[in-house]
């Protein structure tokens, strides 16, 4: 039972730069939501898709856009990156309407220098 | 907005020993979902216990309990008989109800938790 993947795990990317980061849900999930996780804070909630649209969103600026495929998987786009987007960001996966049941992958650390 | 403090930043606990953290909330909800997640250094967060707001009796799983007092909007979670592998970062978590209709979690700042051998 493949949990969620997110890919990559570590990435290190220049101020001003754009970066995509993946995630693939678990098997029977349609829901993807991304979190972002600064060194020693907890999570925050960036947006979530469903059925391929952004049904809501976090306080975070345009520059963070995604998007969500036909096989649900999901990108978590940043342009014009800033060292305070240096996190871990970390995508949720759950099936709409399912009742609990959120699945969590383990991240993909970004380093802006 | 809802929001979640945890006012211990690190704790730690002797092996075998009982360790309570602690979470209080603020929210203007009637109906919702508070839980306690753990975030090993793998970095993957692992629901430990969960309970609904409308549920007046305290969820326990296991070695893991909860002291809800609604009124009080506090939410701690007990870990009795501590084990190395309980070693990690705790997050307290908010969700309004219903879960799972595109709602999204309230995390906490986190208390980290150190058993010691």
């Known amino acids: 039972d493949a949990g969620v993947t997110q890919s990559p795990t570590h990435l290190i990317k220049t101020r001003g730069q754009q970066v995509t980061l993946r995630c693939s849900p678990k098997s029977g999930h349609d829901t993807v939501s991304w979190y972002q996780q600064a060194l020693g804070q907890g999570p925050q909630f960036i947006f979530q898709?469903?059925?391929?649209?952004?049904?809501q969103r976090g306080n975070f600026p345009d520059r963070f856009s995604g998007h969500q495929f036909p096989n649900y998987s999901s990108e978590l786009n940043v342009n014009a990156l800033l060292l305070g987007d240096s996190a871990l960001y970390l995508c949720a996966s759950s099936l709409m309407g399912g009742g609990y049941g959120y699945t969590f992958g383990s991240g993909t650390r970004l380093t802006v220098v | 907005a809802q929001t979640v403090t945890q006012s211990q930043p690190e704790m730690s606990v002797q092996e075998a020993e009982t360790v309570t953290l602690s979470c209080t909330y603020d929210?203007?909800?009637?109906?919702?979902?508070l839980f306690w997640y753990k975030q090993p250094p793998s970095r993957q967060m692992i629901l430990v216990i969960r309970?609904?707001?409308?549920?007046?009796q305290n969820a326990t799983e296991n070695r893991f309990s909860v002291n809800f007092q609604k009124a009080a909007k506090s939410f701690s979670l007990k870990i009795s008989d501590s084990q190395l592998g309980d070693t990690a970062m705790y997050f307290c978590?908010?969700?309004?109800?219903?879960?799972?209709?595109?709602?999204?979690?309230?995390f906490g700042p986190g208390t980290r938790l150190s058993v010691l051998p």
């Open positions: 309970q609904e707001a409308y549920k007046q």
């Open positions: 978590a908010f969700m309004k109800a219903p879960v799972n209709y595109g709602q999204n979690f309230v």
């Open positions: 898709y469903y059925e391929e649209e952004e049904r």
């Open positions: 929210t203007s909800e009637s109906n919702y979902y």
